[in-house]
């Protein structure tokens, strides 16, 4: 594979590092690190003051290293959006698993799904995920993903508020990349790529991250799952398209203060 191909380099974190610090300094935001993992720095952007006007809105992105798309995509798009990025109230998470998008591989290091490991919070990094989360409340949060077996792309919404959103944002991105046509995506009825459901804490005895926020962080939550096997070039434009659109709904939509 040619070393210069949008696949290879989506896994090179010290290039995507290196994206994010210039975001960073370009739109005012924060970016420290919260921990680590396997000898690299976990980052975390913020806006650096609470006070912006505005709705708060989450967005976190490589929890799996074989899902390039999510984090490749959350970089473009922030580098598409530095005036937003100024007045938006965010909390980002760019790379949670760097040793994984490394290394191609769904798992960290230990072999361990980062992305089951948000009930118990045995894994280091994520208690100081949750640590760092500790006192905010979103309007919106997004975790990007993708799947191998999607035939087009869907999404995960939690049902708790309407108007809901995912038809909204899947024709976004069908200019991209088509909704997935399945009836059932991982056990559960679809229609035209939405998964929409009304989830308790007991219904997973290990929670992904999504339920953590659903539960204790954010009033809307939706989970992106491009299709690994399309081009990433079409994955990462349908992640910015989910993003351009999902902020301007949550502009629309926010919860009144």
């Known amino acids: 594979m040619n070393p210069e191909s949008p696949l290879l380099r989506a896994h090179d974190y010290a290039r995507l590092t290196r994206r994010w610090k210039r975001v960073a300094a370009l739109a005012r935001l924060d970016m420290p690190v919260f921990s680590e993992s396997a000898g690299y720095p976990l980052f975390?952007?913020?806006?650096?003051?609470?006070?912006?006007?505005?709705p708060s809105v989450y967005v976190s992105a490589g929890i799996h290293g074989d899902e390039p798309a999510a984090p490749e995509g959350l970089v473009t798009w922030a580098e598409q959006n530095i005036r937003l990025l100024?007045?938006?109230?965010?909390?980002?998470?760019?790379?949670?698993?760097?040793?994984?998008?490394?290394?191609?591989?769904?798992?960290?290091?230990?072999?361990?799904?980062?992305n089951r490991c948000y009930g118990k919070?045995?894994?280091p990094q994520v208690r100081d995920q949750i640590r760092w989360l500790c006192g905010h409340r979103f309007d919106l949060a997004l975790t990007l993903h993708e799947d191998y077996d999607a035939r087009g792309i869907y999404i995960y919404e939690v049902a708790a508020r309407k108007p809901f959103w995912s038809e909204v944002l899947l024709a976004t991105a069908a200019p991209h990349v088509p909704a997935d046509p399945r009836r059932r995506i991982e056990g559960r009825p679809a229609k035209n790529g939405v998964v929409r459901r009304r989830i308790t804490p007991d219904l997973m005895p290990d929670w992904p991250e999504a339920f953590?926020?659903?539960?204790s962080f954010a009033h809307r939550t939706f989970t992106i799952e491009t299709p690994s096997e399309f081009s990433i070039e079409a994955r990462v434009a349908a992640q910015v398209a989910v993003l351009d659109r999902a902020?301007?709904?949550?502009?629309?939509?926010a919860k009144p203060a």
């Open 44 to 54: 975390v952007l913020q806006s650096r003051t609470e006070t912006t006007p505005g």
């Open 86 to 114: 100024r007045r938006c109230p965010v909390v980002i998470f760019p790379c949670l698993n760097p040793w994984g998008l490394v290394n191609n591989n769904r798992l960290d290091f230990r072999g361990r799904d980062l």
């Open 121 to 123: 919070r045995r894994v």
């Open 212 to 215: 953590l926020l659903h539960f």
């Open 247 to 253: 902020f301007e709904l949550a502009q629309c939509f």
